[in-house]
């Protein structure tokens, strides 16, 4: 039963580029989020996407895009990358009808280096 | 605002002892959901224990367990019988149904707290 995937596990830009981040959630799962993990600190939510639709977000600016697929795969797009934007890139997948209690799986991240 | 706080930076423990990581919540809202999560330098986030507000009892899953204090907001996980594989960052969390009911996926993460095991 395969986790959450998520590729490249390490990519290093520009400033001002454009990059995209992919993801494809554990088995059994419909709903993707996204969150980065500046060094040393917790997780941001960046957004939810659930029947590809972006269904809630967080506080970022609107360079953060995404895109859910009819697999329920997903894509975040940052675009005119920020030195701030360097960051560990995480993303979560649930199935969007369970339970309340039922937690996040996580894949290993995206380290994206800004340069 | 929701907050997690998690006061403890590092901590250290002996193999085979107990430790306690701490973790205060802030929210207005009486129905909340309480994570915590481990990532080892991987990057990975694994989900260790959860506990709602609702919840009679302190959630118990194998070594993990928390100690839910409701009225003082607190949530400290508890590992019993530390082990060198415990050796990781270890992350408090709250989901707020306010947020898009119960479907949300957003979590309000702490600052973490760094657990080294030494044998």
């Known amino acids: 039963d395969a986790g959450v995937t998520q590729s490249p596990t390490h990519l290093i830009k520009t400033r001002g580029q454009q990059v995209t981040l992919r993801c494809s959630p554990k088995?059994?799962?419909?709903?993707v989020s996204w969150y980065q993990q500046a060094l040393g600190q917790g997780p941001q939510f960046i957004f939810q996407?659930?029947?590809?639709?972006?269904?809630q977000r967080g506080n970022f600016p609107d360079r953060f895009s995404g895109h859910q697929f009819p697999n329920y795969s997903s894509e975040l797009n940052v675009n005119a990358l920020l030195l701030g934007d360097s960051a560990l890139y995480l993303c979560?997948?649930?199935?969007?009808?369970?339970?309340?209690?039922?937690?996040?799986?996580f894949g290993n991240g995206t380290r994206l280096t800004v340069t | 605002a929701q907050k997690i706080t998690q006061t403890q930076p590092g901590m250290f423990v002996q193999e085979k002892e107990a430790v306690t990581l701490d973790c205060t919540y802030d929210?207005?809202?009486?129905?909340?959901?309480l994570f915590w999560y481990k990532q080892p330098s991987s990057g990975e986030m694994i989900f260790l224990i959860y506990?709602?507000?609702?919840?009679?009892q302190n959630a118990t899953e194998g070594r993990y367990s928390l100690n839910f204090q409701k009225a003082r907001k607190s949530a400290n996980l508890v590992i019993s019988a530390s082990q060198l594989g415990d050796s990781a960052m270890y992350f408090c969390?709250?989901?707020?149904?306010?947020?898009?009911?119960?479907?949300?996926?957003?979590?309000?993460f702490g600052t973490g707290t760094l657990l080294a095991v030494q044998p």
């Open positions: 996407y659930y029947e590809e639709e972006e269904r």
């Open positions: 969390a709250m989901r707020d149904p306010r947020d898009y009911g119960g479907a949300t996926n957003k979590l309000i």
């Open positions: 929210t207005s809202d009486p129905s909340y959901g």
């Open positions: 506990q709602g507000s609702y919840d009679q």
């Open positions: 088995s059994g799962h419909d709903t």
């Open positions: 979560a997948s649930r199935a969007g009808q369970s339970s309340y209690n039922s937690p996040l799986h």
